[in-house]
């Protein structure tokens, strides 16, 4: 009976974290620096940082976002989920940013780890790597994305 | 045949070369990097490269024979001096086959060199020579992988003539905060620019063809933009305008048939650019002051994505000249003292295919029926319009 | 430098600079005047994107001078090398569209660059001076490599578009004795050619063999009215190129048919060159232009021309691969020069002596 209870009590308190993890499960996390002062972020406000709208930290420090490249699935997935569009449709924004001369888009990765560097050589970087790349032992936390 | 220049030409294109000069010298004394800083030069670019032919008039440069001496491209170097300022400089290169206007193109042109400073996320100015912020494309005239067809609706941007994709000056530009459904962008610029303009006429005495080219300055050039971006993703609506006063070329010189004129334009644009398909359409009215001369110009385009890599694309162009003043004999024996007519018409269909965001190739067919043919000398007031047929298969890329 | 633009890891900038001194006895030639010109430069620079494996853009603009040349009035201050694009397949075939370099022989896709030529410029015999040859065409080429493995490679390309040449000629007023220089632009249009390499077993030795076919049109040689009108060109092109680490040689020979004036013209140039001692190369060359049955209007006649003799002895220092000093003279006996109107077929090859001193790099 003890044992019933026990199991009972476990599969309670573990089931609503399994069925969030479930329902929150992507193939990318969002990751900053340890230096920064973000643990959680909305999906508007994380596609103006990367459409480079948005420019500071809510402390004064300077974003520096980093995409991954055009043929990752972490980018479609990325960039269907934040900006709500294909990554073509973003690609053709930053195309007429460059040649009216108002812009250029944030540099684009093509491993994990290289965006992984990019943000520890940044104070104030801000990207996203695949949800099975490890953070251990790097001064890189992950921030959470909320809906809006 | 016989080329005429007018006396005065606004070609800068010699002024590129103080600037790569110091774009070596950027490159050769090597910018420092700090750990925290991004790197601060950015280097862009785009190619499209085409070949043309058409079925019996030449065209837009484009020969019965067909030419591949066809192509746009340009090198943008961007140098962010801080978070709120940058320089750009863009070198353009352009050919047009065997357009009248072609004598006007410089190996290497200088597109742009502007410095822009942002004194906020809403207010920023420009210093140099600059974009003009005018209708849907003007700023991306020739960015081949962002049109549907590898140039723009001649009416109204024209292909050099009457429309400058530049100002000598200054704009400022004021962008309401982007979190509003209804937000815009407003700009105001004022400056010099050019007009290029080409006729043909027959020597009187052997019958020959004479092509002549001229620029046209607008001086104290004044205009504006407005940008509504509505709460329909995709939607935006476009006002903008003109003033100024053209000088010299053919038309606008003391002895030209127009003489020095005050000029003012107005144009209204819809864009619509959804997931699956695109509408867009501009109308331009100009006016020369202290005459009744009028242009009209316009074009609708709409584009079907059948999947993200390929479309097929539409176009319908024209371009009306309202109340032209008829030459004294011509006057006389009409009894008119003024005369109106489609000087472009202009029917298009195109397949675009995109291999990736920076790699299209696109095929299109022209039905064009006007005055715009140049191997000939056609008059609007005393000879009917020319049909051509013309098509361009073109590869753009950018970087 | 390209570490300036290291968030663009995909682009690598490139250039090169060659600037000389030169001075001329006898005749102006080759924009070189007796009393000398420091107004004598090559330089360039190349935008490289290598967007992946597969897809590469290269941009490279450049400038030139040649002293009092008369085609520097068409010589704009920058002007556009290449527009590429070039695509890969995976089987090695590969294509580039745009404004793209005329694989001809062994120096047409270099001309211009200094550390790897051994004397300041191309030899004119085969390669003209931006005359009768373009280093670029508006159009396509495929490239393909057979054998790769084999001691026997054959690279192959093939090109298809048009392209202008420059001609010049200097005519005199018979009342005012003055002279007025020419220069126009024929046209090469319906151009189908291509390029095979042939590389032996032999270490440093391949064969060549270029050819095309054009129609010409307009300058001052091919216009209706002060020339001889259309033209069809076929062009045939050999080479041997023999290269070691202390000593090479080289050979090209051309061939040039003009159908509808059923007129011929030949070139043939060697050229070898010797290590001394670690830096210092010793370098000759001769080189000679024939055209054979030209028609000269003025006197109704055609005749045989010999257009152009050229000896020449350098010396090279390369500091490193990518800063030579060279000084080089030339012995000349051509109908080339600049200063004087030249009515062929009745004058004889003018001699003009000549010496560039000139300082080359590349990065």
Redesign the interface.
Known sequence: MKRLVISLLVIIIILPAVFTIAKNKKGYKVVTGTSTNTKSIGKDELSRIFLKKKHKWGDGVRIFPVDLVESRKERTEFSKDIHNKKVSSIKAYWQKQIFTGRGVPPPEKVTDSEVLDYIQQHEGAIGYVSNSTSIENLKIKVITVTDD | MILHWSKKKSITGNKATPYLRSIILLFVFYLPITGVSQTKLNVHGYLTQAFAISDGHQILGIPSTGTSDYRTLALQFRFDLDEASNFVIQLSHKKTGKSPLAVLEKDIALDWAFFQHKFSNQYSIKVGKIQIPFGIYNEVRDVGVLLPFYGLPYAPYGEGGYMSETVDGLSITFMSEDFNPWNFEFSIYAGHWSWSEWFNTKNVFSGALEQQVGIAQIEKGVGGQLVLNTPVDGLRLIAAGQFGRVVDGLSFSENGILGPKNFYDGLLAIDADFEKYFFRSEFLFLALDKTDVQVNAGYAQAGYYFSESFSLNIQGEMFRVNYLTLPPILSKITGKSSFSFDFDIDYAIGFKYNFSSNYTLKLEGHWNKGYLVEEIALSPFQEKAAETLYSILSLSTSF | ?S??????S??N?H?YFSQAFAISQGHQIFGIPEQGTSDYRTMA?Q?R?D?DDQ?L?I?Q?S?ERMGKSPIMVLE?????DW???QHSFSNGLSFK???IQIPFGIFNEIRDVGTLLPFYRVPYASYGEGNYMSETI???SVSYSFFSESGWKIDFTSYL??WKWIEWAARENPFTQKLTVLVETPQI??VFGGQWWFNTPVDGLRLGLAGYHGDISGGLSFSEETGIGKENINVFHFSVDYEQTDFFIRSEHTRYFLKENDIFAFSLYGQAGYNIFKGMWLNVQAGTYKAINVPIPLLNIRSDIDYYEDFALGLNYFFSAQLALKLETHWNKSLIVEEKMINFGKDKPFGTNYMILSLSTSF
């Open positions: 430098m570490a300036c633009v290291a968030a663009q995909k682009l900038i250039g620079l935008f994107y967007a897809n853009i941009m603009i400038h704009e201050g920058l002007k556009l527009a590429i694009y569209v745009g404004k508006n159009g396509i578009g048009e249009r319906n």
